[in-house]
DNA sequence: TATGAATGAGGGTTCATTCAT
DNA sequence: CATGAATGAACCCTCATTCAT
């Protein structure tokens, strides 16, 4: 249990440290060198638990997003919110505010990521066999149906949402382009709105 | 004359070699060795025109994608189609027909750009003083005028049309998803008349 | 009892499984790693038992010699062999016939010896305090006193035949260089029987 | 012309370097990064001119080898020897007596082939188009018509010559076994002479 | 005996950049 | 303008060996 435990440790340094690097300076120009140094830890112990620096970038991204993700979905619960386009407002504008209060969280998923792939990620997030029913595309869908709304296709219509949202917050918070984050909202949410008539 | 031919030739030979190269196997894992031995040219001469693989990449985003547009708004001139968002549509259109052609192009883009930054790209294009009045944006502003459309923020409009454009294509076009780029054009356009309106 | 077993055991699926992997990929490509993976046996078991890889190395080919020789040797008494010169091609072709049907046992033993080094390993074999009298080399003695043969010095001619019996036959049987070694072994057994006039 | 002399300079340092190491310490245990150290030259420089440690090895091997047989070819012209075995008896003692004089590239030959491949480098060692006639097999062969020697096959007789030479010679001049070279030389010389008949 | 996490020296290789020609 | 040999920092990765459990 205590070496358990202690292999935990070094990972979670690891991943603590790379994420930190990452952040900082980009995965390409972030070498495992320093971050073995930066996490007092033995460079052959990084390739007991990496396969290479790409593999604990994606582990990153992949953790990152379904804490923040799963975080959301709780605070939407919490709030007993049942209308489906404000579950929707709901999630997208509680994720844009963590992001807006973690903008190095924001530029290593964006410096990571090209168009689209999020994306895949986000939804692939919760589909493993037990939790299917719980998926961020079967959530929609299950919405989608209990409260009566006609789609030609959600599964478009999702996705989307899931680029369009991606793809101008990154601009809007980091470079208040075309308009700082809270001014960009609500023509955000009024596309979101609509597409979802 | 001859030698100012000769020297642009150079730097051409060095543009098409490294568009290549970037586009088979990622600007990475592209040296600069192999750019020049694939284009005739020493080494030193590489640094006489560029100062290093990222200029030479920029360079590329910027000329191919300035003459994508070009080609797009004179054929879009030509067939002499009026009604504003028919215009911004055929554009649209003929630019993905164009990626659809040459996914090795859209690859190149794609993996150079992160989210948003296509964005600025694209409405930067023409933004040079004696051009500024066919800038991109420009060309928007004026279009919205004539057509006496009412949007609340033109900019903000353009921009999510962009983007919105941009990032789902990609996926459509080169995975096929959500689904294949014919099939998702409708839905696609549905939502940027509506954002017209 | 049991332990002891167990120990046993232990040893040989280490042998065993390094045998596998030194043939298959080479002594040097192998690493401990991998042996005491496919062993089912943990790291430092392995140093419990071998100061190195390449003692294990040459404890397997001492191993697999001296039974190759063992067998040799005991199919030529059952045979009741009595001319000299035929005992000595008979465990001859014994051994390469083995070697034929075991190229993988012959490319190990080839890759891992140099020159003359093969012949000492040989002599060598048999030549602890108790069993002296059946070493290789106090066989051929004997033999060749009781047959009255004359040779100037027995010794050299025995080092003369194991070298080139080794050192050509390896060529020949895995690269059928430069005969296939049917072929090749009438005129090799002529030069054998003329060494032993 | 000047560069091309440096050129060639340091590539003839980095042999020259990569063949004292080599002998001293073995080709294994000898690494890139001692090799440029010891020849004053700057790592990358080493992958100019070779893929790696093995195609210096092989090129060393080659040269050296080469030279050899030359200056014994050229020795034995000067000598007049007209008598074939006497020739062949010639270039072989010839070779051994550099090598005794030489042990380290003895050793070095001797640690870097295995069985067989030694004698395929020699018999190629001038097989190019323009010197074919002066191969060592062409030789052999013209000079066995010449003499009217018969053999039943030529090549055979050479390849077993080769071998038997090479690997019983590194052991009687490097370790005194089974003898020393010198008393070893009458045995060797007999068995060739027999071989030739 | 047996384990296997941790180590870190050491090796091979790449490549952007410089500079003398 | 053009060259390309030379550089050497930087990187990734492997693996034999140790040692606390």
């Not at 300076?25 to 638990?49: C, H, M, P, R």
């Amino acid at each position: 249990m205590k070496i358990s435990k202690q292999k935990n440790e070094k990972e979670n340094r690891l991943l603590e440290t790379a994420f930190k690097l990452f952040t900082e300076k980009g995965t390409k120009s972030t070498s495992i060198q320093e971050i073995v140094d930066n996490a007092n830890v033995a460079k052959g112990t990084f390739y007991l638990y990496f396969k290479d620096k790409y593999e604990i970038r994606d582990v990153l991204i992949t953790k990152k997003s379904k804490k923040l993700f799963l975080k959301a979905l709780s605070k939407m619960r919490k709030n007993n919110i049942q209308n489906f386009p404000d579950q929707i407002i709901f999630i997208i504008d509680y994720v844009i505010d963590e992001l807006v209060k973690n903008p190095l969280l924001l530029k290593f998923i964006s410096k990571n990521l090209s168009w689209g792939v999020y994306n895949q990620t986000i939804i692939k997030l919760y589909d493993r066999p037990k939790e299917e029913q719980d998926g961020l595309y079967a959530l929609f869908l299950k919405a989608v149906k209990e409260n009566h709304i006609e789609l030609k296709n959600p599964k478009v219509t999702l996705f989307m949402i899931i680029e369009l949202v991606s793809s101008t917050c990154f601009d809007s918070i980091l470079y208040q382009n075309p308009l700082p984050i809270e001014e960009y909202k609500p023509y955000l949410y009024d596309v979101i709105r609509n597409l979802l008539k």
